[in-house]
């Protein structure tokens, strides 16, 4: 259970506070200025002070707290500010402080609906957006008209959906987007390399559509390899996790996805590979320390898709060691800036073709340093998007829509494989 | 109010504009009053002013006047009578958001006298045709139970909650489920000194207040279980929390559980997923089918490390609850160690648990990989991450004697970087390795003693003391190192000064001849110049002991020591059991039984009889509870400094942050309880026992007491006493400790 809610900016003023319970005093947000915000020491997101456990998550230039007295389920508390972030998102763009201070009447609306007595309820932001609105004024016949049908739907079995939808145009847009996690060792050798995935739909889809989906791939959950030949394309996922329209009982069962989808936008599943990872780019490095002050390197970069394909905004952030001077460099594609602030050299590439090579030269000079400690080298992190290529090779192979009214519906399948960060090579 | 507050300031105008005529300006003021009162301005003056507001079409003003009398209330109880009517008549409106807001509004003004209104109200709305006011008023009676549990049990609240457990929306079901948890938690917390005055109020002298106010029976479980597939995540939880309460009646119906939370492992919800994880650790201790077993053990791996790819802090309460469910079922993740790599990005926190769980995972198959990133870790920046790093390495050689060498291989390549943190961390952990593996490694030693300048840190300089002590005969010039410590003895720490007397001990009983100037000069220091009353002892006990009997001596200092091991475990398996039984909570991310922070006494006399009533294994019980009450009491003096109700003293509570859990975590590390050992008392365990080895029950306290060693023991020396090998004896004796090393 949540007792209070605060959102502090980052000199620790209160920005919103509620208490939900009535075993905490509003004076405890002192307490956590002092404690935290004050206090450069804590590594911890849960900071526990006598009985009372403050559980934090800081976003842009904000803390976001949830607090608590008894033992409570940390997964949740943590899960419940996201959520919140999430939906803040969804209002009003970003969380911050500006935007914080700006709507925070709606947030104490928001909180007084996802929130109550410290047990979250519900939190679609669909929903939500049906009965707490951006624009205040708002026709009150129009409220009290809807205010029935939104309390069933918002309490209903299917609590994501109005059962009054309707578009004139039947369409599915789904989107599967894959993270990509490498690491790879000095050597050249895979350390770890699987995707995290996610299958994104936007279904505008009138009345109670209930949709079927399938993928390549027998969703072996448990890896069983004695199940004879399998098919080439087939595609081993690790684990998945379902939006809650999927009916989880039946895919225990017989491993079919089914669901009635919210309307509009929302993350229908999210799944985890880690056998046959097709990686996109690989990256030789040469990095050397002639002497004491001066560090070359060199990189290639190539790009291992198919030669149809387009790769965009690749990034390759190459770390320099804390005293550098200046940085010489020289590539054959896009643009190599030095940045000190950051300590890397940024290689940024618009555009790579399938297949392409690349190739950066660069010349770090050192300043000379009474320091002894060799240079840590932090990996070479890699960020791109190559549309059209999933790394796990995942494909969707259908996707069904039935609805009573039996309409003709259009689907439209992406595929996006990205890194952000996690694509890391150590050299 | 007639007092005429003064007519200026900012309270003045808004209360100027709340009696405005236009009605936006109105709205706009009260905005202001609820932005005043967040910034933390009094703003009860305008308590009148704002009722006033009160009745109103415009929803979202509603809802602001509701907040301002949520925060209010209880500072004008007199005033929040003229609110009564308005409440009364809104949970009648015809708009269900209406009538909900206004029931749960009205269930958290915290004053008695609007208490009296509300129980015709939300009698009422507990059986409303809408779901989401039902919904709301479900959570009321929770509410209404913690301010005044006699009036739910007046108007039967309760048995109407039991009987929404029923209800066909699967959110009511949700909310009355997390209700009814909630004044099971809130009952039990009651003191139970007063049984009788509830019971001479109200008439029917069953339906007081009692610890079995939500019981699951059979047809309960049924509807939760159907209720676990419909309702919102939240609600999963709420009905999880539940399940785990449940006690299955044999052995089928925990299979069935079993069987029916398992879906849940796929929902996208941590907590969900976590919820259900612990669903299944609670009833699977009564499930004998073998398959079932594997097939749980199998089907939670891959949520499992689904989830440390999530939000930072999601990830880390995940891996703090993996550490634990490894320590029950090591063979969940055997294989998937490699996910637990740490990114050069992660936070801190996160670094570290995940460095814990790859020491657990790792076997012979995965050693080579680990030691590979282990190094990778140990040329990182943040230092508290390093030497952790460094610490993972002697783990792993400790556990895996097949890699040892390979281990000692990779720590002699960290030595060579010369990096100073690293180095003394290096030496730490090599004297580990030497512990456990005696004379296996003696050819590293030179490579040690040549970073003796490097080292500055008490607790590195005592650990490459005592390798040259105990490999004194090996090491030619060991008479010359130990000359270097002597030297500056009186500077020392005191658990270096321990450990210099000890190694110059040992190296007089190895090498007699040429060593008798410096142990004379080392007696002489510890006992005239040094003002540690345990190094002191220390001395005399071994001055003693080898001026009357030095083959006493040689036995009692050079005495063989079992080797130690890493243990499965970091907690007592008795509270293990209990923490497996609450994943997901603070307790087990904490690795602490709840008491020991929460602390409002609740482990009592009456939790106590509680649980002995409904226990059904009561040896185990009864050894949890002993070990439950153990861990209590170290943490009484914490609880002390509770500031419940005095913020003014908050920063002197005691607090559980990171570092303390980091330190919790280490005084469960067996290998850091050694160093501790060794840094508290140095040898001190081998030497001074035969002291007490007459008077030894075998018990963990008595151990530490001679090594803590703040009691002046001088003179109770009797060589005679010692003559019996003390080690045997007590690697009998003290099974269970050693057992921990």
């Known amino acids: ?427 | 109010m007639s007092a005429a507050p003064p007519r200026k300031g900012e309270n003045w105008e808004l209360r100027q504009q709340l009696n405005s005529e236009y009605r936006d300006k109105r709205a706009d003021a009260i905005k202001r009053v609820i932005a005043n009162h967040t910034i933390g301005k009094d703003c009860s003056g305008l308590f009148p002013d704002v009722v006033k507001n009160m009745q109103t079409d415009d929803l979202e003003q509603k809802k602001l006047v509701y907040l301002y009398l949520m925060n209010y209330a209880k500072t004008q109880p007199e005033l929040v009578i003229l609110a009564v009517n308005t409440f009364v008549k809104d949970t009648a409106d015809s708009n269900p958001l209406v009538r909900a807001l206004a029931i749960r509004t009205m269930s958290v003004l915290r004053a008695e006298k609007i208490l009296d209104y509300l129980a015709s109200p939300l009698s009422r709305c507990l059986k409303d045709e809408n779901p989401y006011v039902r919904k709301t008023a479900a959570l009321c009676v929770a509410k209404v139970f913690d301010l005044k549990p006699e009036l739910c049990v007046e108007y039967g609240f309760i048995e109407t909650l039991r009987d929404l457990i029923g209800d066909g929306n699967p959110m009511v079901v949700a909310n009355a489920v997390a209700a009814l948890g909630d004044i099971h938690e809130a009952s039990l917390a009651l003191p139970p000194s007063n049984p009788s005055s509830p019971n001479g109020e109200s008439p029917p002298p069953s339906s007081r207040p009692s610890s079995q106010l939500f019981i699951i029976d059979q047809p309960t479980l049924t509807k939760l279980l159907v209720a676990l597939n419909e309702c919102s995540e939240w609600g999963r939880i709420a009905i999880l929390n539940t399940l785990a309460r449940y006690k299955a009646q044999d052995v089928a119906e925990s299979e069935h559980i079993c069987e029916r939370v398992m879906p849940q492992f796929q929902h996208i919800n941590a907590a969900v997923v976590l919820g259900a994880v612990k669903v299944i650790m609670i009833h699977m201790r009564n499930v004998q089918r073998e398959d079932l077993l594997r097939s749980l053990s199998r089907k939670m791996a891959p949520p499992l490390v689904t989830l440390i790819s999530s939000a930072p802090e999601v990830q880390w309460v995940a891996l703090r609850n993996i550490n634990l469910l490894l320590q029950k079922r090591p063979d969940i993740l055997a294989n998937e160690m490699r996910v637990f790599f740490c990114k050069y990005n992660d936070p801190p926190y996160v670094k570290v648990e995940k460095l814990e769980i790859m020491v657990r995972l790792a076997s012979e198959r995965n050693v080579d990989t680990l030691l590979g990133e282990l190094k990778e870790y140990a040329s990182e920046v943040d230092v508290e991450f390093v030497r952790k790093a460094v610490l993972a390495i002697g783990q792993a050689a400790i556990k895996i004697e097949t890699a040892a060498e390979r281990c000692v291989g990779v720590l002699m390549d960290l030595i060579e970087t010369r990096v100073s943190y690293v180095v003394q961390e290096a030496v730490i952990v090599m004297k580990d390795i030497f512990r456990k593996y005696p004379h296996s490694y003696e050819g590293i030693i030179p490579a040690l003693c040549a970073n003796l300048d490097e080292l500055d840190e008490p607790e590195a300089k005592a650990s490459l003391i005592w390798i040259i002590g105990e490999y004194a005969e090996k090491i030619d010039n060991a008479d010359e190192l130990l000359t270097v410590f002597l030297e500056a003895f009186k500077e020392e720490s005191y658990p270096v000064q321990l450990q210099t007397l000890t190694a110059i001990v040992k190296l007089f009983l190895k090498k007699p001849d040429q060593s008798q100037a410096i142990v004379q000069r080392v007696l002489q220091a510890a006992t005239k110049d040094c003002d540690s009353p345990d190094v002191r002892d220390r001395a005399y006990i071994y001055w003693r002991l080898l001026s009357s009997d030095p083959a006493a001596a040689k036995s009692v200092v050079l005495s063989v020591r079992p080797p130690i091991s890493l243990p499965q475990t970091t907690v007592v398996p008795a509270i293990l059991e209990e923490l497996l039984g609450e994943i997901s909570s603070l307790a087990s991310v904490y690795h602490k039984p709840a008491a020991t922070f929460i602390g409002k006494g609740r482990l009592g006399a009456e939790e106590m009889q509680r649980r002995a009533v409904d226990q059904t294994r009561p040896e185990e019980e009864v050894s949890r509870e002993k070990a439950l009450q153990t861990v209590v009491a170290g943490q009484q003096a914490e609880n002390l400094l509770d500031f419940d109700d005095e913020p003014s003293a908050p920063t002197e509570a005691g607090a559980i942050s990171s570092q303390a859990i980091a330190s919790a975590a280490k005084s469960s590390n067996p290998l850091d309880e050694l160093m501790d050992l060794f840094s508290s008392a140095s040898m001190a365990a081998p030497t001074t026992q035969p002291v007490q080895s007459t008077g030894m029950s075998g018990s963990m306290a008595d151990l530490m007491s001679p090594m803590n060693g703040s009691g002046t023991r001088s003179g109770v020396v009797s060589p005679t006493v010692a003559a019996p090998p003390p080690q045997q004896q007590l690697n009998g004796a003290e099974d269970d400790l050693l057992g921990l090393f």
């Open chain 1, 1 to 427: 259970m949540i007792s209070a809610f605060f959102i502090f900016n980052q000199k620790g003023e209160v920005l919103i506070s509620r208490l939900f319970r009535t075993d905490l005093k509003r004076s405890i947000s002192d307490v956590f200025r002092i404690q935290v915000i004050s206090n450069p020491d804590v590594r911890s997101p849960i900071i526990t002070l006598g009985s009372t456990s403050f559980f934090h998550v800081k976003i842009n230039n904000v803390y976001v707290v949830g607090v608590t007295k008894c033992n409570a389920s940390a997964a949740l508390v943590f899960e419940f500010l996201y959520r919140f972030i999430t939906i803040s998102r969804a209002y009003f763009g970003k969380l911050d402080e500006e935007s914080v201070k700006n709507n925070f009447v709606l947030i104490y609306e928001l909180l007084d609906e996802i929130l109550d007595f410290g047990y979250p309820q519900n939190s679609e932001i669909d929903t939500l957006k049906m009965y707490i609105t951006t624009e205040s004024i708002k026709s009150e016949m129009a409220v009290r008209e809807d205010s029935s049908k939104i309390t069933i739907q918002a309490t209903g079995a299917t609590s994501w959906r109005r059962s009054d939808v309707k578009y004139r145009k039947n369409e599915a847009f789904v989107d599967v987007i894959e993270t990509v996690n490498l690491l790879m060792s000095k050597e050249g050798a895979v350390l770890r390399a699987d995707v995290d995935g996610q299958i994104l739909m936007r279904a505008y889809l009138s009345g109670t559509p209930e949709c079927k989906f399938g993928l390549n791939d027998k969703l072996v959950l448990q890896k069983r390899g004695d199940t004879g030949p399998k098919s080439e394309d087939a595609v081993e996922l690790d684990d998945c996790q379902f939006h809650q329209c999927v009916r989880l009982g039946k895919f225990d069962t017989d491993r079919s996805i089914s669901f009635i989808p919210p309307d509009g936008e929302f993350e229908l599943m999210r799944y985890r590979s880690t056998s046959n990872i097709n990686l996109p780019f690989r990256l030789q490095t040469h990095v050397t320390e002639p002497t004491k002050s001066r560090v070359e390197y060199t990189i290639h970069l190539r790009a291992s898709f198919d030669a149809k394909l387009n790769a965009n905004n690749v990034v390759v952030r190459i770390p320099t060691p804390l005293n550098t001077t200046k940085v010489e460099s020289k590539t054959g594609a896009g643009k190599a800036k030095y940045h000190p602030g950051e300590n890397f050299i940024i290689w940024k590439i618009p555009r790579i073709q399938g297949q392409q090579e690349y190739t950066l030269t660069a010349e770090a000079d050192l300043a000379q340093t009474t320091h002894r400690q060799a240079w840590s080298r932090p990996p070479i992190e890699l960020d791109f998007s190559v549309v059209m290529f999933t790394a796990s090779g995942l494909l969707v192979r259908f996707l069904k829509v039935f609805e009573k009214s039996g309409y003709q519906s259009v689907k439209w399948v992406r595929y996006l494989s990205k890194a952000n960060g996690s694509y890391q090579i150590r050299f």
